[in-house]
């Protein structure tokens, strides 16, 4: 991973409707259609499923609006709102390895069927949380910035 891999800035809502209205008239956004639903979820206590929504910018800097999921870690971030910074990875698995020998500790992992890690967070004691996102979805997503909306299968 470098810098150059960092594509968004996430932001965790309780109300995302009202989030990217007050976005959009401060700055001019425009958003996509919602994108997630159930996801297969590693975390520290073990594998579950959680209900994961967010909306992507499709104007930059891009930001990602994502729905907040009580008692998990998608809550909204005290202070400044950003309570990520996502970046492409090319190996999810080797770059949260380095991840955590750095002090990130990982708190989630986004599981495919096949069982494969496409995404995770990391969280140092001092910040900024890290998502990085499999570059194998690089294509989709980067579609969805040009059309607002998922590639049908």
Do not use: C
Not at 8 to 24: N, R, S, Y
Not at 27 to 34: L, R
Not at 118 to 130: D, K, M, Q, T, V
């Amino acid at each position: 991973m470098k810098a150059a891999d960092l594509f968004h800035v996430g932001i965790v809502a309780d109300d995302p409707q009202k989030k990217m209205q007050e976005l959009t008239e401060l700055f001019g956004y425009e958003w996509g259609d919602v994108m997630g639903g159930a996801q297969p979820v590693t975390l520290p206590s073990g594998d579950t499923v959680v209900e994961l929504l967010a909306w992507y910018s499709l104007n930059g800097p891009r930001l990602e609006i994502v729905q907040s999921v009580p008692g998990t870690i998608w809550v909204p971030a005290e202070g400044s709102g950003i309570h990520h910074l996502g970046y492409w990875a090319d190996d999810i698995e080797a770059e949260s390895a380095k991840l955590e020998e750095q002090g990130y500790a990982v708190e989630a992992v986004g599981q495919l069927g096949d069982g494969k890690s496409y995404w995770a967070y990391h969280l140092s004691p001092e910040g900024p949380r890290i998502e990085i996102v499999s570059s194998q979805l690089r294509p989709m997503v980067e579609q969805y910035f040009e059309t607002g909306t998922l590639p049908m299968p």
